[in-house]
């Protein structure tokens, strides 16, 4: 970026010759584009903006748009995965290559670290893509190991800890690795587990990074752990597009549902579902918290409606919020059907503010309102 000269000292420094300043001398701005020219920059600007808009050059990966964020693939792809847009002209890694070859190109690494600059029409859009792609085999093997800690059915610090010596042959799949144990981790902070030496509130930092390092795998644990993690977090589509299982699958549509609903909300957690998993690394990988919550839900309303007592009780407990979001939705459909109207239109109402449950309770006051104009 170049600095416009003005010509200011020259012409408004002290000369010697009274008050002439010489011929005028005002300021041209001239468009590289066009032979437009314009006494201010501002003008420019706004020419530049109207009639030359830029058009910034776009890179997608698997349907998703790269963005600031470095791109981590683990698992392998096709030159089809990738797709550029608007782009003129590609440099990957400094070295300029037709846009028509990037792609094949990438499909070809396994190991790199790979800078994209993506050159347009007046503007570069820079891309960091992190390719590690871990061996099958190794990816089995490490399966293999979480299995064998499932057949446990306790989660411990020193049960992390043999994982993580069973897979330290599993060199390709480090992240991987690396991914399920700060989950788990996670899980223990989240749990209050006596083994752990976390913080509570650590299990925050440790279910962002599992999901972040995992996002890059194609693997049935991969994504169970990052769907539990969006349905903790109460990013419902997510969790339900991502669940390689029915009951969280089932769970995070029934959320979702209610929370798109603007009336009859209560119909969205259906009918009865089981909640029980025929699989041990989903019970293994499932915190206590969310394990009550998917039992709850999966009793349709009425079970829940004959467990608002212990909704109740946990919205006492030192539970996460994001947990406790989801019990004051389920309380708050569970009171109606009782026919607590009152405390369903108080949750109803302290929820409102929320960007993500403001629809549902402004439904779910509709509805209040609506059953007591009928009882008139």
Known sequence: MGFWHTGYSEFHEPTGFGDWAGPDLTMRFDCERCSASFNSLEALRKHRFEAHP?????????????????????SPFASGDFEFALAEEVRVNGRAMPVSRVAPHLALLRDEFVNLDLIGTGVTVSHRVDIRIARDEDLKG?????????????????????????????????????GLTRYLYGVLAKERAPSSSLHFDEYLRYFNEAEQTLAGFDRPVARLIRALVAFHFNRFADARRLAPTKRLRTAAGAFESLLAAKQGGSGAFGAPFSSKTDSAIEALLTDIHSESILAWLASGLDGMAGALGNLEAALEHPWA????LKIRLMLAESCLVRGDDQRARQIARELIGLPETETWAEGLLGRLQAKDVNND
């Not at 058009?55 to 683990?74: D, N, S």
Request: proline share 2%.
């Open 54 to 74: 830029l058009r910034q050059p776009r890179a997608f990966f698997q349907g998703f748009e790269l963005g600031a964020q470095t791109v981590r693939i683990r």
């Open 142 to 178: 490490v399966e293999a190991a979480l299995l064998r800690i499932a057949g446990l059915r306790r989660l411990t610090v020193e049960t992390i800890q043999i994982l993580i010596r069973d897979c330290e042959a599993f060199e390709s799949a480090k992240d991987f690795v690396q």
């Open 321 to 324: 919020e994001y947990d406790k």
